[in-house]
């Protein structure tokens, strides 16, 4: 078995209330694990990878069995997976590293892949984002914080969290569309990243757009979709990172 693929995706929003079918939509990300277990040998999920998670002490939120279930299996099978924190998925602290194998990133990380140099992140840490964004983003990573969330009963937090998403999602484009250069914030922090690092890929998600461009200097900056609208993921065969569907592939990414 030729293990020689690295795979690149995000944003599945699994358990989010705004799926007509959200089984099927999590059957669909499990069908595609299964489709990659021959020849991944890493895999990052890069962010908002569940659309709520908090972990208490002694419980975890219901829901998921056969997307964790899929991610153990590829961890036994000795694929490497890495689990970037989004902002839906914030809260994991040991039980999914513990339970699953993978390793959990929070931030952004910069590696050598096959002799190319890739810069990781989910997104919404990275660049210029709106003030009440980022005061929100650092109330939701405050440890007192979580500290005081965790006391309230699971009866009230999931729900309240879950309607949030929910409402949140209903004030976005149904389809976010690519807002130029000089107005992609991702686009922004990579070109001005290159000015004092050598990267050749950039790789996020968060956008919810699929994008493949060629930057300053030959980077390229990938952008991943979703699997709201897209089933959309990146590969890497050693060589080429290409950009595609479950159902179609897209233009590959020299």
């Known amino acids: 078995m030729s293990r020689a ?37 890493e895999v990052y999920l890069l962010g908002d990878i569940l659309d709520y998670w908090f972990e208490y002490r002694y419980v975890v939120p219901r829901g998921f ?18 689990w970037f924190i989004g ?10 590293p513990n339970e699953l194998g993978v390793e959990v990133i929070d931030g952004e990380v910069t590696k050598e892949i096959d002799g190319k140099v890739f810069f990781l992140a989910h997104g919404d840490g990275v660049g210029k984002q709106p ?3 980022r005061m929100l983003r650092s109330l939701f990573r405050n440890r007192f914080c979580q500290k005081l969330y965790s006391a309230i009963h699971p009866r009230w937090t999931i729900p309240f969290a879950l ?12 389809y976010p569309e690519y807002k130029g250069e000089e107005n992609e914030f991702l686009e922004i922090f990579a070109n001005d990243y ?36 897209y089933c959309s993921y990146a590969v890497w065969d050693g060589n080429n990172l290409a950009l595609k569907s479950f159902q179609s592939v897209q233009n590959s990414i020299k």
């Open 5 to 41: 693929n690295t795979y690149f995706l995000s944003d599945f929003h699994l358990g989010a209330r705004y799926f007509e079918e959200p089984r099927e939509t999590e059957r669909r990300v499990v069908d595609f694990l299964d489709s990659i277990k021959g020849d991944a040998k």
């Open 163 to 174: 309607s949030w998403s929910n409402s949140s999602r209903k004030g976005d484009d149904e």
């Open 65 to 82: 069995t056969r997307f964790f279930g899929k991610i153990a299996e590829l961890t036994d099978l000795g694929v490497k997976v890495y």
């Open 131 to 133: 003030r009440s964004f």
């Open 87 to 96: 902002n839906h998925d914030i809260w994991i602290f040991d039980y999914l």
């Open 194 to 229: 290159l000015k004092s690092h050598k990267v050749d890929y950039f790789v996020f998600g968060h956008r919810h757009i699929m994008l493949d461009k060629k930057l300053q200097g030959g980077a390229t900056l990938v952008v991943l979709g979703d699997w709201l609208h």
